[in-house]
C-alpha cells in the first residue's frame, strides 16, 4: 500500500502480558516515528528512528517499553508486563527526514490498546 | 509544561462560513508547524504546513498563518463543509541546523464541527 500500516488495529490484552505493535512505513522513507495518545490527551512522542538506529528514546515512558527497527523498514514496539495506564492509542508516523528541512510525518491508522 | 497549545477544545461553525483554529507554542526553537486533521479511530491526516521563514501558506481552502513575534499560528478553512468536523492538531518541530530529531509536539486538539 501507500500508506503507512499498523497492525494489529485493535488488541486486548490483560495486565502483567506482553505485546508487540508493528509498523510498515511508507516505502523509501528514513525516519519512522512512535507516537501514543491516551484517553483525552494530545500526541505524545515516544522514540525515533533514522534508518534503523534510534537516536532519540527520550519519550518511552519505562523501560518495560522498547522499539526496534529492521532493514531500515517495519519497526516492533514491544511493551512488556503492560499495565493498564498503557491502554492508549499508538500510532507510527513515518517521513522523509532531511536535516535542516521541514519534515512532514505521514501518520498510520494506529493499534489501540486495551489492558485489562 | 505544554509547549504547544490549542486553548478552544471545541468550535462550531455553520456550512459556508470562515473556521479559524488557533495555536499558540511557547518554544523559540521550533522552526516548522503542521496542522493535521483526525477523524475518529483513524491516525492523523497531513492537511498543511509552514516554516518560520513565511508568515502564511494557502493551499485550496486552508491557509495557515504564523505569527512568529506572538508565537501564534491559525489555520484559517474558507468556506468550511460538512466534512470538515474533525479534530484538528496542530504541530510543531525544530528542524534547523540537524540538531533536532523532528519529533513533534502537538497541542491537544480542537473539535470543530461544521453545520449545514
Known amino acids: 500500500g501507500a500508506g503507512v500500516s499498523q497492525s494489529p488495529s485493535n488488541k486486548v490484552t490483560e495486565k502483567g502480558k506482553d505485546v508487540e505493535l508493528r509498523c510498515d512505513p511508507i516505502s523509501g522513507h528514513t525516519a519512522l516515528y512512535w507516537y501514543r495518545q491516551s484517553l483525552g490527551q494530545g500526541l505524545e512522542f515516544l522514540i525515533y528512528?533514522?534508518?534503523?538506529?534510534?537516536?532519540?528514546k527520550s519519550g518511552l515512558p519505562s523501560d518495560r517499553f522498547s522499539a526496534e527497527r529492521t532493514g531500515g523498514s517495519v519497526s516492533t514496539l514491544t511493551i512488556q508486563r503492560t499495565q493498564q495506564e498503557d491502554s492508549a492509542v499508538y500510532l507510527c508516523?513515518?517521513?522523509?527526514?532531511?536535516?535542516?528541512?521541514?519534515?512532514?510525518?505521514?501518520f498510520g491508522p494506529g493499534t489501540r490498546l486495551t489492558v485489562l | 509544561d505544554q509547549q504547544v497549545k490549542q486553548n478552544s477544545p471545541s468550535l462550531s461553525v455553520q456550512e459556508g462560513r470562515i473556521s479559524i483554529l488557533n495555536c499558540d507554542y511557547t518554544n523559540s526553537m521550533f522552526d516548522y508547524f503542521l496542522w493535521y486533521k483526525k477523524y475518529p479511530a483513524e491516525g492523523p491526516t497531513f492537511l498543511i504546513s509552514i516554516s518560520s521563514i513565511k508568515d502564511k501558506n494557502e493551499d485550496g481552502r486552508f491557509t495557515v498563518f504564523l505569527n512568529k513575534s506572538a508565537k501564534h499560528l491559525s489555520l484559517h478553512i474558507v468556506p468550511s463543509q460538512p466534512g470538515d468536523s474533525a479534530v484538528y492538531f496542530c504541530a510543531a518541530t525544530a528542524n534547523a541546523g540537524g540538531t533536532s530529531y523532528g519529533k513533534l509536539t502537538f497541542g491537544q486538539g480542537t473539535i470543530l464541527t461544521v453545520h449545514p
Open positions: 528512528f533514522q534508518g534503523n538506529s534510534a537516536p532519540d
Open positions: 508516523a513515518s517521513s522523509f527526514r532531511l536535516a535542516g528541512m521541514g519534515d512532514t510525518q505521514y
